[in-house]
């Protein structure tokens, strides 16, 4: 890997049109080169998206583990794997080489297996960014557990529901955790989540805050007793490729999340692939990826692709904030950080803070930079490039989905020329489409539609765990023979793509994929409560924020207004968490709404937005003047 390698932008569109000439071979030959495999497949790819089934390295056998891990002792056993820097930049970095992950990750995996995990069983990981999160998540993955990262923000109703939606056998959580000057009592919400999950047997804790928790007999165990008599080997468990390796839930357009799974060789191979290219990862290089493994930014690159590139990925267990404005920059200087990946939210919220805090700090190791989770401004972009990057680091505007698994349409640093805004061209093998409201694939440039992707990749989510119907809806039905994004897209005159947004009722705020059903779910739960509505508007830091529109029972009608709205987040923080609660909550009459009874919330975003020059057509509303009442009272 001592070059670059897709080197220029002649060479990448010779490697991408040779990859969508023939993406079996394509794959085929990057699967051979670059990983081990215990036995090689029989078929490279099967596909149906009429199924839809989608089948990679069929009949190969693997564990991902000891790509990740295993393989890198023989050549670089003393190299750092991870580092990690901790909350408190006066508590010590820890270093953890190859040779230190493989004893601990086995460790972990012999402790999972003594108490009764095996191969296929569903683990829940409700971990800060601390080691043994990165360690849980490889451990699993040595025995072919199937681990079920939740983000340790989520409450406990939100982790209830995920453990029970997949019947997981376990949880591993901590005592707490620390966010910046806080603590939160992670134990504390997992004892309230279990007690509506009556398949879990066991909870291993590990101490991080040093807090007091109350630990239940026969089910609670301290993780640090049983890894000190665990076995520092483990055979990894020889998997098939298309065997499950994660769940991982994302918020759809109907209340429940949706667990979607990743299956093991295309995974591996596409994550692993994509890390390298897109960040131009070399030996020797720092890779700091700002996201949390909750959630697939943090799965795919700062776990799996770095790991199995043998790479030095840093985790972060902090905020941007604290102890100041200038911490992202001190771990950069401190641990001198080639590739810097991040979401366009932390970017604006540092660039509000002004330049001062990245003065004092010696960024001159970076060397590419990354955005991911939603669409960038171009003043963000330009702010980055200017005083992060000093205009000598490409920015990489990755696009890409919890169900893609990996970066999908993304510039490559030192060969595609950048344009602010844009995520540019599509990734090597991947297909993009715009279609339009009828279904017809949109050609040429200068149009706009809705993305899709015309050909299966080897990281795609295989199904949404135990609802399978429910994936062919969501994906594979809007438009025939084509997996649907949900998200919009246009193409520039020279073929670039940007992505515009949400084109369904998912709402990201602060690079968080938040569905408006969930939400209103929530708030409906509130016995003052009648009906309501939610809808994104922009907001200068968050991107999209929240703004509820809420309809009150007749007994609610005299009740304090504030006082409601402080209720009514405080039922999001308890269903969801904090990351969903409203920005401004709106008193309404009624709802605008079809002679078929569904809400117009293309006018009530328009409202929220405050652009009600012109709000299309109203004549198919049943109740024409709420409308005027909702606009007269907007916030
Ligand atoms: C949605 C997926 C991919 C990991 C983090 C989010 C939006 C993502 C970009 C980008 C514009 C983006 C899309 C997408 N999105 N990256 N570079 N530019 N929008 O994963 O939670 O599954 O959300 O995030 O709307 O559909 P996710």
Not at 459 to 472: D, E, P, V
């Given at each position: 890997m001592s070059n670059y390698h897709i080197k220029n932008f002649p060479e990448y569109f010779h490697e991408y049109r040779k990859s969508v000439?023939?993406?079996?071979?394509?794959?085929?030959?990057?699967?051979?080169?670059?990983?081990?495999?215990?036995?090689?497949?029989?078929?490279?790819?099967?596909?149906?998206?009429?199924?839809?089934?989608?089948?990679?390295f069929e009949g190969a056998k693997l564990n991902i583990t000891e790509n990740c891990i295993d393989r890198h002792l023989y050549t670089n056993g003393d190299k750092t794997a991870i580092i990690f820097e901790p909350n408190d930049p006066n508590e010590e970095a820890q270093h953890i080489t190859y040779k230190e992950l493989h004893a601990r990750v086995n460790q972990m995996a012999n402790v999972l297996k003594n108490k009764g995990i095996k191969k296929g069983d569903r683990v829940c990981i409700y971990l800060p960014m601390i080691p043994e999160l990165a360690?849980?998540?490889?451990?699993?993955?040595?025995?072919?557990?199937?681990?079920?990262?939740?983000?340790?923000?989520?409450?406990?109703?939100?982790?209830?529901?995920?453990?029970?939606?997949?019947?997981?056998?376990?949880?591993?959580?901590?005592?707490?955790?620390?966010?910046?000057?806080?603590?939160?009592?992670?134990?504390?919400?997992?004892?309230?989540?279990?007690?509506?999950?009556?398949?879990?047997?066991?909870?291993?804790?590990?101490?991080?805050?040093?807090?007091?928790?109350?630990?239940?007999?026969?089910?609670?165990?301290?993780?640090?007793?049983?890894?000190?008599?665990?076995?520092?080997?483990?055979?990894?468990?020889?998997?098939?490729?298309?065997?499950?390796l994660f769940i991982l839930y994302t918020s759809g357009s109907t209340g429940k999340p949706k667990g979607m799974v990743h299956t093991t060789g295309g995974y591996m191979v596409y994550t692993s692939y994509t890390f390298k290219n897109v960040f131009q990862y070399r030996e020797g290089d720092v890779y700091?990826?700002?996201?949390?493994?909750?959630?697939?930014?943090?799965?795919?690159?700062?776990?799996?692709?770095?790991?199995?590139?043998?790479?030095?990925?840093?985790?972060?267990?902090?905020?941007?904030?604290?102890?100041?404005?200038?911490?992202?920059?001190?771990?950069?200087?401190?641990?001198?950080?080639?590739?810097?990946?991040?979401?366009?939210?932390?970017?604006?919220?540092?660039?509000?803070?002004g330049v001062s805090h990245l003065e004092s700090h010696d960024l001159s190791t970076l060397k590419v930079l990354g955005t991911v989770g939603e669409p960038i401004n171009e003043e963000a972009w330009h702010w980055y490039d200017d005083n992060v990057g000093k205009k000598k680091a490409p920015i990489v505007d990755t696009w890409w989905q919890t169900e893609t698994g990996g970066i999908m349409i993304t510039p490559i640093p030192f060969s595609t020329p950048t344009k602010p805004t844009y995520a540019t061209l599509p990734f090597l093998g991947i297909q993009p489409a715009l279609m339009d409201e009828n279904g017809k694939e949109i050609k040429g440039n200068q149009v706009d539609g809705r993305l899709c992707i015309k050909f299966p990749w080897p990281?795609?989510?295989?199904?949404?765990?135990?609802?399978?119907?429910?994936?062919?809806d969501t994906y594979f039905s809007a438009f025939e023979n084509m997996y649907f994004t949900g998200d919009g897209a246009l193409r520039d005159e020279v073929g670039y793509y940007r992505i515009t947004g949400r084109v369904d009722d998912v709402i990201i705020v602060s690079g968080h994929n938040l569905g408006t059903a969930p939400?209103?779910?929530?708030?409906?739960?509130?016995?003052?409560?009648?009906?309501?509505?939610?809808?994104?508007?922009?907001?200068?830091?968050?991107?999209?924020?929240?703004?509820?529109?809420?309809?009150?029972?007749?007994?609610?009608?005299?009740?304090?207004?504030?006082?409601?709205?402080?209720?009514?987040?405080?039922?999001?923080?308890?269903?969801?968490?904090?990351?969903?609660?409203?920005?401004?909550?709106?008193?309404?009459?009624?709802?605008?709404?079809?002679?078929?009874?569904?809400?117009?919330?293309?006018?009530?975003?328009?409202?929220?937005?405050?652009?009600?020059?012109?709000?299309?057509?109203?004549s198919t509303l049943l109740n024409p003047e709420v409308v005027q009442d909702i606009m007269d009272n907007a916030l």
């Open positions: 000439r023939n993406p079996e071979l394509f794959w085929e030959e990057i699967a051979e080169e670059h990983f081990l495999w215990r036995k090689k497949w029989d078929n490279v790819l099967s596909w149906d998206f009429t199924k839809p089934e989608v089948k990679w360690i849980s998540v490889l451990a699993c993955a040595r025995i072919g557990a199937i681990h079920s990262v939740v983000f340790a923000g989520f409450s406990s109703t939100a982790l209830a529901t995920r453990i029970n939606d997949s019947d997981c056998k376990m949880v591993l959580t901590s005592d707490g955790s620390y966010r910046g000057a806080k603590t939160i009592d992670l134990k504390g919400i997992v004892d309230e989540a279990l007690e509506s999950c009556p398949v879990v047997e066991s909870v291993l804790v590990v101490k991080r805050i040093n807090s007091e928790i109350s630990m239940k007999e026969g089910r609670d165990f301290w993780m640090q007793g049983l890894l000190d008599e665990a076995s520092i080997e483990c055979a990894p468990e020889i998997m098939d490729a298309e065997d499950p700091w990826c700002t996201a949390d493994i909750g959630w697939i930014t943090g799965h795919s690159y700062i776990v799996y692709g770095p790991l199995a590139n043998g790479a030095t990925t840093v985790m972060f267990e902090g905020v941007p904030s604290y102890p100041d404005y200038g911490r992202f920059w001190e771990i950069v200087e401190k641990h001198k950080v080639n590739q810097f990946y991040t979401a366009p939210t932390a970017i604006r919220a540092l660039a509000k803070e990281s795609m989510a295989r199904t949404i765990w135990g609802n399978h119907q429910r994936y062919k939400i209103e779910d929530a708030i409906n739960e509130h016995p003052a409560v009648a009906e309501s509505a939610i809808v994104g508007y922009p907001h200068d830091i968050k991107g999209n924020a929240l703004y509820g529109y809420v309809t009150l029972k007749e007994s609610g009608e005299g009740r304090d207004h504030d006082n409601l709205r402080k209720e009514i987040n405080q039922i999001i923080t308890d269903q969801i968490g904090p990351i969903a609660k409203l920005n401004k909550i709106q008193f309404t009459a009624g709802l605008p709404k079809t002679r078929s009874g569904k809400i117009m919330r293309r006018i009530l975003r328009k409202i929220a937005s405050k652009d009600t020059s012109n709000l299309g057509d109203t």
